[in-house]
């Protein structure tokens, strides 16, 4: 009767064991497509193909595809919580948080993927992201420089944008924007010109047309700038202004001054890069 019982507890615990291994399968299956920015495309199929379970498997683990998806937010909310939880107050501790988030993969993707179809999961992941974001703001707001031209909103929103180039999987220069990230905040990257755009004898060479055809004769580039983009490279073929460009955006868009900021900052990067 012992030696039954001393079985049949082996047996339990082994199947124990190996649930709670498929069930960080179906996680990592779920992390894995969510890192392709397939997340809002995601099927039952696809999990069980991604973690090499079979779907008669995988039903006994999880009896629909919203369980797993719930199981996979309440997993991924954790473990962002403890990597925000375990960050110290202060300027560098910031660069080391997002240094941290930059390598891993898993929060990455669950902070920038395109969400799921399934409405209470949709709001229950941007609930986590705008937890991340009032945690940034607050980060920035208490340790904002006097120097700083930019308020904690628009810096915030720079570093989100920011990240997400990095993560990206569409973005062909992704390693590039994290490898400046891993160095050195958004703001940072800015602030190393005397100046927030190129120098105005460089945006002066640009040809522009009405359509937002933008072409650099130097470097033989090209790009396509919105109605907003436009506007701010004729302005800047005039004025050497940002201050002055902020008042003007202001007044013909009809924005407030930290969203054109925020815009602009993000749109200079852009720019910059271009004009490298």
Known sequence: MLSFLIRHMSELAFKTKTAKQRHQQVLKAIDAIASKDQLAFITTKRVSIESGISDGVLFRIFPSKESMLDAWLDSRGEHLRNILKAAPIGHQSLRKLIQRILNDSTALSFL????????????????????????????????????????????????????????????????????????????????????????????????????????????GRSFTANVVGLYVLRFLQSHDSADALFESIEADFDVNRS??????????????????
């Open 259 to 276: 969203d054109a900021e925020r815009d602009i900052t993000e749109f200079s990067a852009q720019l910059r890069e271009f004009l490298a």
């Open 112 to 219: 920038y993927c395109h969400p799921m179809d399934t409405p209470y999961l949709r709001q229950q992941l941007e609930h986590y992201r705008a937890q991340f974001r009032r945690f940034l703001h607050t980060r920035i707001e208490l340790m904002h420089d006097s120097t700083w031209t930019l308020p904690a909103d628009a810096l915030t929103d720079h570093l989100i944008q920011s990240i997400y180039r990095a993560w990206d999987p569409e973005n062909p220069e992704r390693n590039k924007h994290k490898e400046q990230l891993m160095q050195q905040l958004p703001w940072q990257q800015v602030s190393t010109s005397d100046h927030l755009f190129p120098t105005q004898e460089v945006i002066q060479r640009l040809a522009l047309n009405d359509s937002g055809f933008v072409f650099d004769p130097e470097s």
